[in-house]
């Protein structure tokens, strides 16, 4: 799953009275360029985000209703800027940068063609394998989907509602699995059902935001004491191996793995006490929702380190 980060201005020109315009994202995964006639997209290109595709101009080329031959050179100007070219019938019409070549910077061109996706370098160890993440992909889909459904019902209503339909989607889901081949929850099928059922009492009892925002800490702290119960006492039979499932690698030490969860369960519930405290309820929702992911997705590769026989981001060879 890709997503967009950056929108470069828009490039317009005129053809024979007809409007154009050249448009670039730059993606998650790399960049990407159309060429639109008005409302109707004539063409598209793209290149990755790193590796000796990523330096590349795109071509955009459109035959037009009178006949003519329109071919569209973007690309980086700068390091930070992009830029266009467009030929009519093979002659230079429009430049957006006039004078300027339309290419990678020379000084960062070598270094982006040798680099290699941090993809690439996991997956050159041995042990990894990335056939997990499709494996689990309906229940990684389900997860993030309620994530969604939250922040959607908590703009629309109320925390305390959020809550209670959120713990109330996550018990339906435990019992539709009963009924279903697909594997809609993962690993964590127990943790998950007791961690909706303590949402869902929290959110009857105390019917106010700033309990709902505290849940997320009261949650937080039980994950991590069960996680290192788990790993301290079971030597991570249950949740560290439910969490091994998710990972894409063979020699995950499923008692490491549980530890490491269990203190980073507990980094995290202090780092939601304090945006509970110190956040607006607009800005929490946005924490909880897409921050506070975004940080455990940085922090858990240290946990992934620790819990495998050698880093999780070591080069080959090294």
């Known amino acids: 799953m890709s997503f967009t980060w950056w929108r470069y201005p828009t490039r317009r020109f005129q053809l024979g009275g007809e409007r154009f315009a050249v448009t670039m994202k730059a993606r998650s995964d790399g960049l990407v360029s159309s060429l ?9 290109d793209a290149t990755p985000l790193l590796g000796p595709e990523s330096v590349r101009n795109h071509s955009l080329a459109a035959a037009l209703p009178n006949g003519r031959q329109l071919e569209v050179e973007a690309g980086y100007v ?3 800027t992009t830029g266009i070219a467009v030929k009519a019938d093979g002659a230079l019409v429009h430049e957006s940068h006039p004078g300027k070549p339309i290419a990678y ?10 680099s290699r996706t941090m993809s690439e370098l996991m997956a050159a160890e041995d042990g990894a394998d990335f056939g ?3 494996r689990n992909r309906v229940a990684i889909a389900v997860d993030i989907a309620m994530g969604l459904i939250f922040f959607i019902v908590a703009k629309l209503t109320d925390l305390p509602t959020a809550a209670l339909v959120a713990a109330g989607l996550g018990i339906a889901l435990v019992i539709v699995q009963r009924f279903v081949t697909v594997d809609l929850i993962g690993g964590m099928a127990l943790f998950g059902v007791a961690m909706a059922l303590i949402s869902a009492g929290l ?7 700033m309990a709902v925002k505290l849940r997320g800490v009261i949650l937080g702290t039980i994950g991590a004491v069960l996680f290192l119960g788990d ?3 079971l030597k991570g039979r249950r949740l560290g191996a439910g969490m091994a ?6 020699d995950i030490d499923h008692r490491r793995l549980a530890i490491g969860m269990g203190l980073l369960g507990l980094v995290m519930a202090l780092i939601n006490l304090a945006a509970a ?3 607006s309820t607009d800005l929490w929702l946005y924490y909880t929702t897409f921050g506070d992911i975004l940080l455990f997705a940085i922090l858990v590769q240290f946990v992934f380190s620790h819990a495998r026989d050698k880093p999780a981001f070591a080069a080959p060879g090294i």
Do not use: C, M, N
């Open 36 to 44: 639109w006639r008005g409302r109707e997209r004539l063409a598209d």
């Open 78 to 80: 700068t390091l930070w």
């Open 105 to 114: 910077p020379e000084k960062h061109r070598e270094k982006a063609a040798q």
């Open 132 to 134: 997990v993440w499709k």
């Open 203 to 209: 959110a009857l009892a105390f019917q106010d935001d």
């Open 231 to 233: 790993g301290l006492i």
């Open 245 to 250: 499932r998710y990972i894409p690698y063979s």
């Open 277 to 279: 405290q110190w956040l």
